[in-house]
């Protein structure tokens, strides 16, 4: 059973710290293990990436290749079957009608003084979009990573998934040609984000790399951050539902474990005003574990970090999402918008008792990529805004420049930079030659 | 004088690449102190921080307080020239007026499945801004990170400025004041963004901390990126001109110089498509560096890092500006528009010679805090956007659940996800018994 908090109880702030603070994840220390593989690439290309290969997935490539090829792609493709391919392909077009309309619109104006000023947004070259093998090999995250750098315009977007022991899931694949990817390596860990970062014979570097990955992944994304772009290093998945008593039990327990047996550092949470439902969800959440397939992972994450909190009234429940900041908020309460309204920080909102969290996984449009442990504060879910980039222009005209030119030269020789102010004193003069 | 590069010669590609990666800056490894110094600031708070000032800066604050108190900005301001005072003000309100068409848009719509989706933006709560002390302390940065911040809607904007044996600058006062900030504290080093991070007794914490510094600021910033969100960590300035023959020289060279005198480490070059051209640019450099304030620092710039490249036609320059992908760059053509369209990477860009790069340092509008060492290949300037986040909505009907479940749960049961398809199934059955 979780620990059960009340905010009427005078322990609770403590109790509730403990919650949030909870460190659910101890990564390894793999740094000094990376910064080698990551050298050992840089030096030598693809034979480094082909011993790691060989070394880590058992797997020899010197004659197979890095790529898969077109026949290869075409072959693993075959063995979906077609529900599971059309389940991917109404995810596909779900998720791109959503992200279609995040691109952001280029603008351009004179302001009063006769500055043109604007900026545009261009696309990223090239990405890298890193997917996990084995266990993690999830069709639905090469979705959700490909698709918005598609519809940004990426021109070259490359995957690697590790195939240990030459295994590969064929919905990965099939996800991958569906979203448009250009090209698929067969290489994972360490090795294959100092490839995508620095280049090989056979790989060509890209710009920005996404995805998720253990903790060698993670710490190789974090060493060729500068050198590329990187996305958010994603934490433990969470889930914070806001219920009231008019929901049906069962459903919610669902919900929370649907979190909970992603990962046992997973954390899911159940704020209620109604103490008697909190612990009939938890009653729920029990019977399911007794034949979840993932009982024991998701047992242990609600047994070491779930909790139910029991709160006065919602405007209490909303303050307290707020701290919680959480990934995925689902809000099956009578009037979830209004609710809503009152959260200011969470990477997803989910509104009413019909919009289980795991349609945001898969079908729902909005990216399933999210902010965690607590970033939700200052930061934002994966989007079509992680791939493009933004130019600022500026233009004057020379009356422009005679307005607001002196304000400029005065900064800058308040900031002792004389090379600043002339380079606008010597226009202004020829201006004034005239 | 700099390297002078002709696309024509057999040498080109090598020497254009040495260009590209010359290593500019070499920072000293401080990152085990800076360890000590967080630890310490999150252990002891005030106390730690207290000693720290007093070691760093020879400051004693323990009777002062670390806060500037408003008699004290008061005080400052009114030394601030009515002239420097006038200048600031334009160059607020212009960069105000330029970021606030940067605020993005709330979306809502319902898809032909019945599903209502969308997203809303909503700041950053608490937002902390670093000011470097002594010779890098420049009002134009206090107003470039703060004015977008409180755009954006931050409600509590705090700043951290060393003053080294209590010497601070006014206008750094005046420029918080007139950007609306809320809290000044006379700290700095890596123990302001510990404060600024975790909070002491006298500073609460904040959610997202912005604003350059040397190499102690830059290794705590990345030390506590995860508890709170950075800006990105920003190199030594560039410039790339491109400028056909029918320029003034000297302009050029005084553009070419502004990057120069911030840092021995910045880099700037020039392109153009008439070698003669460059010559006279390269001598009209040699000319100013005779007389400038700050030669020293823009002569070692120009002779370590400068070149002048020419090229062909103004295509390639537009090819080899995108291989650049510099902070500024500076069109002076013909035909600036036309050549900034074939252009792809850049931070910002400067169209025709009555734009001087220093106009956007200043008073332009665009943010002068911006993507360098090649990054702007995958991201972007200071803006709005550094101080909001999106969050993604979904809220289903029964029907529309209806339409979209059944991928979902496919999709999980693929993924070996029970519990996500049973949250699906669960509602689809209850659906399904009416």
């Not at 509730?16 to 050298?39: C, H, N």
């Amino acid at each position: 059973m979780p620990v059960f908090l009340d905010t009427t109880q005078p322990d609770f702030e403590a109790q509730f710290a403990a919650v949030l603070s909870a460190k659910r994840e101890d990564s390894p220390d793999v740094d000094d293990i990376v910064a080698g593989i990551i050298a050992d690439v840089r030096a030598r290309g693809d034979a480094a990436v082909l011993e790691l290969t060989a070394k880590f997935d058992r797997l020899d490539l010197a004659t197979d290749g890095l790529a898969f090829t077109p026949a290869e792609i075409e072959a693993e493709c075959a063995k979906v079957s077609p529900e599971d391919r059309a389940a991917l392909e109404t995810a596909a077009q779900r998720i791109r009608a959503y992200h279609v309309r995040q691109m952001p619109e280029d603008a351009q104006w004179t302001d009063p003084d006769g500055a043109t000023l604007g900026w545009r947004w261009t696309p990223v070259s090239a990405a890298g979009l890193y997917v996990p093998g084995g266990l993690a090999s999830y069709p639905s995250s090469v979705l959700m990573n490909a698709i918005p750098a598609k519809v940004a315009g990426v021109q070259r977007l490359a995957i690697t998934v590790p195939t240990p022991d030459g295994v590969i899931n064929p919905l990965v694949l099939l996800a991958a040609r569906i979203a448009g990817v250009d090209e698929i390596y067969r290489i994972g860990g360490a090795q294959a984000i100092a490839a995508l970062a620095y280049g090989t014979q056979t790989i060509a570097p890209v710009d920005k790399i996404t995805g998720p990955g253990n903790a060698f992944v993670a710490a190789a994304k974090r060493r060729v951050f500068g050198k590329v772009g990187i996305d958010m290093i994603a934490g433990p998945s969470e889930i914070l539902v806001i219920a009231d008593a008019e929901n049906d039990p069962d459903w919610i327990a669902l919900d929370l474990m649907s979190q909970a047996e992603h990962d046992e550092s997973a954390q899911s949470l159940l704020i209620t005003d109604d103490a008697a439902f909190g612990q009939r969800v938890a009653q729920a959440v029990e019977a399911r574990l007794q034949t979840l397939e993932r009982r024991d992972i998701a047992g242990a994450s609600w047994r070491d970090y779930g909790a139910v909190i029991v709160v006065r009234d919602l405007d209490e429940a909303a303050a307290l999402s707020d701290r919680i900041a959480p990934e995925h908020l689902e809000l099956c309460v009578a009037d979830p918008e209004a609710l809503a309204e009152k959260t200011n920080h969470a990477g997803a909102i989910f509104l009413g008792q019909w919009t289980p969290e795991a349609i945001g996984d898969y079908v729902g449009g909005p990216n399933h990529v999210l902010p965690t442990a607590r970033s939700a504060r200052f930061s934002s879910g994966l989007s079509v805004m992680d791939f493009i980039k933004r130019t600022t222009i500026a233009k004057m005209t020379p009356a422009a420049l005679r307005v607001i030119g002196p304000a400029a030269e005065r900064l800058a020789q308040s900031e002792s930079l004389e090379a600043h102010g002339l380079s606008v004193t010597a226009r202004l003069n020829k201006l004034n030659e005239k």
